[in-house]
């Protein structure tokens, strides 16, 4: 299967974000979350821990081989644990390894599902030249059975709108596609697969500059989400005034995203003429990035800022900016995307009107205007077939060890 991404790692390990996808194909995890945040077993089939809770013993799967053809024992997991969680102790003890932990299960079982440890996968990799193409072979060993595809070939650091010409041309067979171009790829008689909206778009202001809150607040209800979604977004995911998608939290729709112009013009007109402008500035490789910004500052102008756009400013009053949520536990998600905005993370914690408390504490302030939630589009050519869907998963990862290519009859066309 001929497979493009936009990403161009330049190492293929475990745990490096922007080869996640290519990452889960290969690397496996001691349990795994399913689609309702559940852990499930993986390379360890049981666990159980002893009565204070800081010892737990997992069981591990027998007769798992490596991609090398040595069969995984507890020492490689215990090592690869030890490098991946160095906060965890971890040591093999006959067919189980045992952890030491200072935290609860909920948190160590997280922990455990979010990282892949040993290459085990469905399949394995046979060539890698970095940030430019990776060459997948099917693992005939692996413990779940072989996937159906021989191989899968990926090229790296393909941009969309590249990747949408070689779907349409029969030159890949599964590609990114932007939200504007969704309706084109399906009009070309392309399956269109998404995972859940996983990515937050979301104007970030730069420490230090545009402090007068009132010209942030001025700025946020000032933005017409509705009609950036329906026409540049194509209805794709939704918008939000929120860092978690509604989805995860369940309480998304209780921040206000409405445009509420005539406040925004009265904040606005209370600023001194001189702070009414502000510099945004948008990284080209963000879907719908300079279209978005652009939208943005026409409504800015409509409540009486000037908004300089400009994908090069580096002293950039704002930032149009992306953030992946990679976790299917709510309060780790909000970690997570707190530091990835430079906000000060909310402790762990574990009901949902807590979890709303500090949402709302972080937002306080409009450092951050959350945007939109945006999922992973795909569109998959004419001859992929999906045994038991979904072949992406709500995260955003893909499952081709479900995927096959179906084979036209000699004589037919291509």
Request: hydrophobic residues 45%; contains cysteine; glycine residues 6%.
């Amino acid at each position: 299967m001929r497979v493009e991404m936009r990403a161009a790692p330049a190492a293929l390990d475990a745990n490096t974000p922007e080869a996640s996808p290519l990452a889960a194909l290969v690397f496996e995890p001691l349990l795994r979350l399913d689609e309702t945040g559940t852990p499930q077993p993986c390379l360890a089939v049981s666990w159980q821990h002893e009565g204070t809770g800081k010892r737990w013993q997992f069981n591990l799967r027998p007769g798992v081989k490596l991609h090398d053809g040595t069969q995984m024992t507890p020492g490689d997991v215990a090592s690869a644990l030890q490098a991946a969680l160095p906060g965890l102790a971890a040591t093999a003890n006959g067919e189980a390894v045992i952890i030491r932990a200072e935290r609860g299960l909920s948190s160590l079982l997280l922990d455990l599902a979010h990282t892949r440890l040993v290459s085990t996968g469905p399949f394995r990799v046979s060539a890698f030249e970095p940030g430019r193409r990776v060459t997948l072979a099917a693992n005939q060993d692996y413990w779940d059975g072989r996937p159906f595809l021989d191989g899968i070939d990926v090229q790296l650091g393909r941009p969309l709108r590249d990747q949408l010409v070689d779907l349409e041309l029969g030159k890949t067979d599964f590609a990114e596609i932007a939200p504007a171009d969704l309706r084109r790829a399906s009009e070309h008689g392309r399956a269109v697969w998404s995972s859940s909206p996983v990515n937050l778009l979301a104007l970030q202001f730069t420490p230090g500059r545009a402090e007068d809150p009132r010209l942030r607040e001025a700025l946020a209800l000032a933005i017409d989400r509705a009609a950036m979604h329906n026409v540049l977004l194509q209805k794709q995911g939704e918008a939000t005034a929120a860092l978690l998608p509604q989805w995860l939290s369940g309480y998304a729709f209780a921040f206000p995203a409405a445009q509420d112009l005539g406040r925004a013009r009265a904040l606005a007109g209370s600023l001194p003429p001189a702070a009414r402008t502000l510099t945004l500035t948008y990284d080209p490789a963000v879907r719908a990035a300079r279209s978005l910004a652009e939208r943005v500052a026409v409504n800015a102008r409509d409540a009486g800022l000037a908004v300089q756009v400009s994908s090069q400013a580096a002293q950039a009053d704002v930032r149009l900016v992306e953030v992946r949520i990679r976790s299917l536990d709510a309060a780790r998600a909000m970690v997570e995307v707190a530091a990835a905005l430079a906000l000060e993370a909310p402790p762990f914690v574990a009901t949902t009107a807590a979890l709303y408390e500090a949402e709302h504490q972080l937002l306080e302030g409009r450092r951050v205007i959350p945007l939109f939630h945006l999922p992973d589009l795909y569109g998959a050519g004419s001859r992929v077939r999906v045994f038991a869907p979904p072949a992406v998963t709500r995260l955003g990862y893909w499952r081709f060890d479900q995927v096959w290519l179906a084979v036209k009859p000699s004589g037919t066309a291509p």
